[in-house]
Structures are given as C-alpha cells and as structure tokens.
C-alpha cells in the first residue's frame, strides 16, 4: 500500500467544510449548507454496539469523525491497514452503518466536504445502504442534490449510527445522504460505494497525531493560505532540474490545493502546456503522440522493459512556512508513467499521469502516493515527509529536500482574483452601467405626461397587442 495510507489517516481532518460545492436543496425548511452533521452516539469513554429503537441522544449537532486529541483512543495504525485501494480508483474505508450494520466502503476524500452512501442499486456498485433495512435510520424530509468538477448524485438527508470497528472502534450519530440518482460519480471498476469528505469546516475538531513508522526523516510543513479546501502556494516547477521559468501565479491560477480524492497531477493549462513540452524535450524517446499526453492512448513497451528511465524527475517548490524559505517535493517517473493493468500479454502500457485543469492545479493521489502527508488544520499546514512506502524494488520513487531561499520569487505568489477575473470585472461594470443608463430612460418615461392624438379608428387597423395574437401562428 502506498504512503497515502499515513497520509489521509494520521492527521485526519476532521471534518467537513461548507462551501466547497455546489450544493442545491429541494423541500428544505431553510437554507442547508453540508457539511451533514454528526456526533457521538454514546457519552464519551463508551462505544456500545448499536441497538434498536431511536439514536440515543445528543442529535447529531455537529461532525466529528474524529476524537478530541487528548482522548488517546485512536490505534493510527489500525486504521492504515483499514485503508485499502489504489490511486486510480481511490481510497476508502470499511465503515458500518444502521442496525443492524451494514458494511459499506467509503471513498476518502479529502477535495470535497460531504458524507454520502450509495442508496440504490447500481450498475458500478456491489452494495447500497438499505434505509428501510435500519431500525435506528431517521428521514431528516429533504434530499440535496452535490455537484462536482466531474460528476453529481442527488440523495435523501437521513440520520443513522456509523461505526468505524478498526482503529477508532466507536459509533457516531450521523447526518448522511443516501445517493439516489447519480451521474458520472459511481464509476467503473471503482470498489466504493459512498464518499467520506474531509475539506475544511469552520468547527472542525482534529483526529492528531503522527505516527513515526511511516515516514522518515523531517516533516516540511507549507502554510494553508485559505481554509476552504487544502489551499497551499506553489512557487516554482523544474523538469529534469530546469525551470519552467513561469509567473508563479500561473501556478496558483486560481487555487493550488492538496487532493486526495484527485486521481492525478492536474495542472493549469498555460503550466500543463510547458510541463508537456519540457517532459517531451527532455526524455529519451524521439516522439509521441499527442493523444499520450492527452490521456486518450497509452504507451507500451514488452515485458521485458519499463520505460521510467526515459523520463525525467518533476519537482515543486512549496513555501515554507519561514515564508523566506521554500522546500521541493520530487516526484520521479514511476509515480506520473503510470502501468495499466491487462493492456496485453507480451507488452505492458503506461498512461500520462498529469491532466490540464480549468480551475486549479491540483496535488493529487500521482504525488501524495510519493510521501507521509499531514493535514494539520489545528497549525493551519500541510506536511510532507519521505515515505518508507514509496519505493518499487527497494528504490525510492520520491524526494524531499531543503530549505532554499525565496529571493528570487514573488513575496505572495496567490492572486487575490483569478487571472482572469479583472476581465469579468471590467464587463460586468460595463454590463451594469449600460442596464443603469437603460432603466433610468425607463423611469424618465414612464414620469413624464406624454400627450397623444387619438385619431378614428380604421377597422382593418389592429391594436399592438391584438396583433400579437392574430399574426402568432403565421
């Protein structure tokens, strides 16, 4: 298993923050934003098996998958091992949930805020959580509907008794949506069946702790510039040791985060181009296609040979958190040159493991499978720190090295709006003032008399209005 295992579950943000999607309600009281909710299912110091009748109280008021830090209760590496998958297809989770329980695995996500269980049939998933199964599930009377970059569900709002046996080994009362309809989000050959959101939330309480085991050497730690999802800032690229030479906003154009539930590196289109272009220049092979670098064709290579000597190292320069200094993650190879399982018998294809992004450059799964990454929302940080894990026979396939110094780069390297956006801003003053202008002649006539003649009425001669009727249909 990857170091994503230490990653996601050693520092494991708790939890789930509002504003991180576009979410829509039908039927609700009032304005409902997710995070859903969630608390203990029990007083603190217990954790009794789910039993039947009404959840216990407290409601579930407020989310917590998580333990105080000083409840001590959480075994970390208890809940690495409950963590399986690849990152292709995500990681998750063994959770229960209902009474009686029902097993389902939940995708760890930590791009996204919501907690959502698969709550029908469907052609991608083995099983789904059954409401009318539970004795303890409670209908909350409105469903919500979560779009994402990729992909959307539309569910019912309930409440039930979760419980994670390994590792935390306790039950919560949760708010969770059971997903109904969903489109592009349940995919092929994935083995999850609902998604456990772990972005920011203002009262967000932290599961701590680091477990020495599964990294070695420091923790570099860059500041989160904004708690909303894992937002940190990017200085600077190099491929095979040589710049990219960009304006390192063009890199946090218009927000760089750290993504667990983000398959691969996705870069900004202007970055993803130089990347594109520098990786082809410096590797060893004459030329590919186009459609490799898109993602639309594999590579292949026989059996006999593995193509990562041909391609060169990519490292990121993140700011340290002495804002003077900086650090560079190094990913070689191995991590973006990615194997496809059954391509062929005597020959094994690879695919790009970089993608453009509209929106964000994006530290996914291709990067974080490189090293022990922290989430430590209490000092406002992300950490990185080499991984024992991320090796393939026995040579590591990452780096981490530093400090080096800023003075080359820009002091904020964040743009407060979006390159593009003064554009928008220009046309949309533009767009109002024209409005502005439009109303006030409005207004203007509708004060002043205006004196008409009335002349005798020609019988053929149709009023404005009975014209729209009488000449609709021609």
């Known amino acids: 298993m990857g170091a994503l295992a230490g990653a ?10 509002p504003g991180l999607l576009r979410v829509a309600t039908a039927l609700a009281p009032g304005p409902f934003t997710l ?177 020495p085991s599964l990294y070695k050497g420091d923790i570099w730690y860059t500041p989160i510039k904004e708690e909303w999802y894992y937002q940190i800032e990017i200085l600077k690229l190099e491929i095979g040791g040589q710049s990219l030479n960009l304006d390192c906003r063009e890199y946090n154009a218009d927000k760089a985060i750290v993504d667990s539930g983000t398959t691969l590196l996705r870069l900004p289109q202007k970055v993803f181009g130089a990347v594109v272009e520098a990786v082809a220049r410096t590797s060893l092979i004459p030329e590919f296609s186009a459609g490799f670098w898109t993602g639309s064709q594999l590579a292949c290579w026989t059996n006999s ?36 399982m059954g391509a062929g018998l005597n020959y094994e294809c690879y695919r790009f493991g970089i993608s453009p992004s509209t929106n964000a450059l994006v530290i996914g799964a291709t990067v974080m499978e490189g090293f022990y990454v922290v989430f ?49 801003w220009i046309v949309s003053y533009t767009l109002m003032s024209v409005c502005g202008v439009v109303l006030l002649v409005l207004i203007v006539l509708l004060l002043v008399p205006f004196r008409c003649r009335h002349l005798p009425r020609d019988p053929e001669v149709v009023s404005d209005e009975s014209s729209l009727v009488r000449h609709r249909w021609k």
């Open 8 to 17: 996601l579950l050693l520092l494991l943000p708790p939890l789930l923050a």
């Open 305 to 340: 040979e593995t193509p990562w000597s041909y391609f060169p190292k990519i490292s990121i320069y993140l700011r340290d958190e002495n804002s003077s200094r900086s650090f560079r993650i190094t990913i070689l190879p191995q991590l973006y040159i990615q194997p496809m």
């Open 376 to 424: 430590d929302r209490a000092r406002k940080r992300v950490g990185f720190a080499a991984s024992p894990c991320a090796e393939i026979a026995g040579a590591p396939v990452s780096e981490i090295s530093g400090p080096f110094s800023t003075d080359d780069i820009a002091s904020n390297c964040v743009p407060t709006l979006p390159l593009n956006e003064p554009i928008l």
């Open 35 to 211: 995070p859903l909710r969630v608390a203990a299912a029990a007083g603190r110091g217990s954790a009794p098996t789910p039993g039947p009748g009404p959840p216990a109280e407290p409601r579930a008021d407020g989310l917590a998958f998580a333990l105080e830090p000083s409840g001590g209760a959480a075994n970390f590496l208890a809940m690495v091992d409950n963590l399986q998958g690849d990152s292709g297809r995500g990681y998750y989770l063994e959770v229960l949930i209902g009474t009686p329980p029902q097993t389902l695995q939940i995708l760890v996500d930590t791009g996204s805020s919501n907690f959502a269980v698969a709550g029908a049939p469907h052609a991608y998933i083995d099983s789904y959580f059954d409401t009318e199964r539970s004795s303890t599930y409670r209908p909350k009377g409105f469903d919500v509907t979560v779009k994402y970059t990729q992909g959307s569900w539309t569910g019912a709002v309930g409440e039930d008794v979760v419980t994670i046996r390994k590792g935390l080994n306790s039950s919560f009362l949760v708010n969770v949506a059971t997903i109904l309809e969903s489109e592009n989000f349940f995919l092929p050959g994935i083995k999850w069946n609902g998604i456990l959101g772990l972005a920011y939330a203002a009262l967000a309480k932290v599961l701590g702790g680091v477990e």
